[in-house]
């Protein structure tokens, strides 16, 4: 299994992003696929979750209204579309994969048993 993560760059404060997370072994559409972040000197933090029964999907508080995931099973891919982006928002942006994760449990990372490498994104004020 492989998990590719890309899209992260350099941008100003208000800017867009949108991060891709590819996948290889997998189908995206059968597991809880996930984006977690990890800023300097701090420990990695939960982004938001798309579940593989119905697609209902939950975001951070501190992402929520300005991030939107999704995926497209045609492609095997899952997106994180990140809009006014913050300087408190510069991290490392990993996905994640999982098969058979509780929704209570769905935030966390020791469920998850496939990581992308993670892609940074650094946005200045």
């Known amino acids: 299994v492989q998990l590719q993560a890309s899209g992260g760059g350099m941008v100003q404060a208000g800017d867009s992003l949108r991060l891709s997370c590819v996948a290889s072994g997998l189908t995206v559409r059968s597991y809880t696929m996930a984006w977690f972040r990890q800023a300097p000197g701090k420990e990695r933090e939960f982004v938001s979750y798309t579940r593989r029964s119905g697609g209902a999907t939950y975001y951070a508080d501190s992402v929520k209204g300005r991030f939107t995931i999704s995926r497209d099973n045609a492609k095997n891919t899952v997106y994180l579309q990140m809009n006014s982006l913050k300087p408190e928002d510069t991290a490392v942006y990993y996905c994640?994969?999982?098969?058979?994760?509780?929704?209570?449990?769905?935030?966390?990372?020791?469920?998850?048993?496939?990581w992308g490498q993670g892609t940074l994104v650094t946005v200045s004020s």
């Open positions: 994640a994969a999982g098969a058979l994760i509780l929704s209570t449990d769905a935030s966390a990372e020791q469920p998850y048993p496939y």
